[in-house]
């Protein structure tokens, strides 16, 4: 891994102007992404992970929304460019997989034709005997079984899972140094999705290409990533290698998730421990850390966990933006806990 990031996010903001107000779906985000890295972006329903995804590839637009900040890949920023420039970026330096797949495939075309439109994309000059080699191989790639044949049915002729891996072909036909992963084991049952996070983890192997795995599911985060960033309320509130953000979460949003979740060491041990309330409104955020109505240590309106937003910061072996410091925090667990 070399010392420039392939991708640095810096105070990246997406607000939405909506009849009850301006939505800040996205507040002051920062992060680095490095070459053949695994970077998870985890959070509640709502947190900005997806906006944040669409920001990347600036599929955010119109009248009514507003970006700021920004996301520089490889050195070139991305919002210094035209649609055009952007659009040949598209697939061949960044490319994304979507949650639905069969929204993001198209009813009326076979797969074949899909994959080949998004390669012939960047290589306008390739002839059709090279272009049907690409889909053919590309398919394989993927593990669906006989490309050949299979290249010329349509998406509503597949399962699930082989829609996924057909929308993860299409992404990775033209090698992008960066993959941004949007939710892509939604809605599939568990060994499916252990079929697509373990496809997505050999390509990665295979060819170097970066992640950016965007989900809410903590398993998928411990067994597929190697840093993690936690959002809530359109902000970054922790960043810490994998091993840190489960071993000692430095973050009360993050120990809540952590806490709601059963593990083999907890099975059997009562009941898990939810955490309280609903994520906040992104047009009426609360005074403050905008996890204090929810958090079980704030420390009162008038403190600072009420009055004054928290940085992201440096604490143990990674970043976190609470006003509380690990050793607060502690005794706090040790006496709410008892």
Request: hydrophobic share 40%; charged share 20%; net charge negative.
């Amino acid at each position: 891994m070399t010392d420039t990031p392939l991708l640095r996010v810096r105070d990246l903001c997406v607000s939405f102007r909506t009849p009850d107000g301006v939505v800040r779906a996205v507040d002051s985000v920062s992060f680095d992404v490095h070459a053949g890295e695994t970077v998870g972006i985890v959070g509640e329903s709502g947190s900005g992970k997806s906006v944040t995804a669409n920001a990347l590839m600036r599929l955010n637009s119109g009248a009514q929304m507003s970006t700021t900040g920004s996301i520089l890949l490889d050195g070139v920023d991305l919002g210094s460019l035209s649609e055009e420039e952007v659009r040949l970026r598209r697939g061949r330096d960044i490319a994304m997989v979507f949650q639905d797949p069969l929204s993001a495939l198209n009813p009326f075309y076979s797969v074949g034709d899909q994959v080949a439109e998004a390669y012939r994309v960047h290589h306008p000059k390739a002839r059709r005997p090279e272009v049907r080699d690409v889909v053919v191989e590309s398919l394989g790639r993927v593990g669906i079984p006989e490309p050949v044949k299979r290249m010329y049915s349509f998406p509503h002729e597949f399962s699930g899972g082989m829609r996924q891996r057909i929308v993860i072909a299409m992404a990775l036909v033209n090698s992008p140094r960066l993959l941004i992963a949007d939710e892509p084991t939604t809605a599939l049952d568990v060994t499916v999705q252990a079929q697509i996070l373990e496809l997505i983890q050999r390509i990665q192997q295979e060819s170097g290409t970066a992640v950016l795995l965007i989900t809410h599911d903590l398993g998928v985060i411990a067994e597929t990533t190697e840093r993690v960033i936690v959002m809530y309320g359109g902000r970054v509130v922790e960043e810490a290698s994998v091993e840190s953000v489960f071993e000692q979460p430095t973050h009360p949003y993050t120990l809540g998730l952590l806490g709601s979740v059963r593990s083999l060491d907890s099975a059997g041990r009562g009941s898990l421990r939810a955490i309280p309330g609903s994520p906040p409104s992104l047009i009426h955020l609360p005074a403050g850390c905008a996890f204090r109505p929810r958090c079980r240590f704030e420390l009162g309106e008038g403190s600072l966990c009420g009055s004054s937003v928290p940085t992201l910061s440096v604490v143990g072996r990674g970043k976190s933006a609470c006003h509380l410091d690990v050793a607060e925090r502690e005794r706090l667990i040790t006496a709410v806990d008892g």
